[in-house]
């Protein structure tokens, strides 16, 4: 499969040497100094790619992702904070008839802790006592603040104004991501918590997802790969 990497940080990078190592080849790199607002996705460019991977940052996102449709490219992305804007890219997918797989994380243990935080919260729904929050941690590089990962949990614990589970957002080091939820009662305090070690596992997910997306039309989340359909 020739891949167009599009966006050369710590995932793109990532990405790229493993899609090498699984036997696909790098057909472009993108590097988002040369790509203000999409000018870089050439038609000549991208001639012959068969997926594109987009990891670059929300003030970039929007654009590359229309460009990438309007090529009709398959498109994976992992850029966080552009939500905002989906039902104007959905729509030009729709139009296309192109392909768009996004996820706030492509780590495949986020997402059963998400559904294991979903039955959490069902079983402390009883229990004022109990005071919850969600914690997320990451480098210091990270534009976004709250992570996509940890909106997206507050979203799935059915939370729309943010008034029962208030995020608490840490940035520095290097720490790739850690999501908590937690409750602490009068005597006791209970959590659930995703650490990710390495960047290895959202780069294996992504690549997993650009295997997966081509031949298909429509927007898909991770979760339709892992589980047939979101939660």
């Known amino acids: 499969m020739r891949i167009a990497i599009v966006g050369n940080g710590r995932m793109g990078k990532a990405v790229a040497a493993l899609a090498i190592e699984r036997g696909h080849r790098i057909h472009t790199v993108v590097d988002s100094s040369d790509n203000v607002a999409g000018r870089a996705l050439t038609r000549e460019r991208l001639a012959g790619a068969d997926i594109a991977i987009e990891f670059t940052g929300p003030e970039a996102a929007v654009a590359n992702l229309e460009r990438l449709i309007e090529l009709g490219i398959p498109t994976v992305t992992g850029t966080t904070g552009w939500t905002g804007a989906l039902p104007r890219i959905t729509a030009l997918v729709e139009a296309r008839k192109g392909a768009l797989l996004h996820a706030a994380n492509f780590s495949a243990g986020v997402h059963l802790f998400l559904r294991a935080a979903q039955e959490l919260a069902r079983n402390f729904s009883g229990l004022p006592e109990f005071v919850a929050s969600i914690r997320e ?54 959590s659930l918590s995703h650490v990710a070690r390495d960047r290895e596992a959202f780069a294996a997910g992504a690549l997993t997802a650009a295997e997966w997306l081509p031949g298909k039309s429509g927007v898909f989340t991770f979760e339709h790969l892992l589980f047939g359909e979101p939660a």
């Not at 709250?146 to 104004?161: F, I, V, W, Y």
């Not at 999501?179 to 209970?190: A, F, I, Q, R, S």
């Open 137 to 190: 941690e990451h480098h210091a590089a990270k534009l976004d603040a709250p992570s996509g990962t940890a909106l997206l949990l507050r979203q799935r614990l059915g939370d729309s104004d943010g008034s029962r589970f208030p995020i608490t957002s840490v940035r520095g080091g290097t720490v790739p991501g850690t999501h908590t939820l937690t409750y602490v009662g009068p005597h006791e305090t209970v």
